[in-house]
Structures are given as C-alpha cells and as structure tokens.
Nanobody
Framework: VQLAESGGGLVQPGGSLRLSCTASGDIASSYTMAWYRQAPGKQRELLAA???????KYADSVLGRFTVSRENAKNTVYLQMNSLKPEDTAVYYC??????????????WGQGTQVTVSS
C-alpha cells in the first residue's frame, strides 16, 4: 500500500490547513486510516484516526480543532486543521492498516508533509 500526503505548508497562528492522503488501492473504505506527526526531537504521536466503521479517535491536543474524514470513492482521507498553533509545527504522516480499535499504527506510512505555523 502506498500513501501520498499533500496540503502542508506555512500558515499563520490561528489559520487553517487541510491535509490529504490518497492511497494506492481501494483501502480507504476498509482500513483504519490515521494521521500522526513528529516534531524535531520528539516522538511520533497519533493525532486522529478513522476506522472502517467511521468511528474516529483524537488526541487531546487536537480535539475540537482537527477533524479527520474520508472520501472512499477517492481512496482519500483528510485532516482538517483549524486554530493552528506554533506547537502544531511538525512533519505530518498518513498511516494505514492499524486495528479497528485504533490502538496502534498500521504498517503503511506516507512520506510526510511539513506543516509550519509561524507569523
């Protein structure tokens, strides 16, 4: 499974970005899809996930600001990010194939896309 992220960039604090992750096959509807991020010097952390039932899970740090969604017909998962803060600056990764319970990452990762929040 190949994953390709897009939509990263530079945004001012308080701004919004939408990341996209397109999968190479018809997996978006049947796999758990998730977004992670990794800031310099920090471990990779789970931000949001959505399983094949449409159930979602969020990290406390992004709850209420980020929204994960999927468009099965396009094999694409999105991460809408609002009210961005400088501490959201990181490389954001798409992940596929985790368990339905969204308790661990799957085996497929995208290449990552940089998000920088700065004035």
């Amino acid at each position: 499974v190949q994953l390709a992220e897009s939509g990263g960039g530079l945004v001012q604090p308080g701004g919004s970005l939408r990341l996209s992750c397109t999968a190479s096959g018809d997996i978006a509807s049947s796999y758990t899809m998730a977004w992670y991020r990794q800031a310099p010097g920090k471990q990779r952390e789970l931000l949001a996930a959505i399983n094949r039932h449409g159930t979602t899970k969020y990290a406390d740090s992004v709850l209420g600001r980020f929204t994960v969604s999927r468009e099965n017909a396009k094999n694409t998962v999105y991460l809408q990010m609002n009210s961005l803060k400088p501490e959201d600056t990181a490389v954001y990764y798409c992940n596929a194939g985790g368990p339905v319970a969204m308790s661990a990452p799957g085996g497929s990762w995208g290449q990552g896309t940089q998000v920088t929040v700065s004035s």
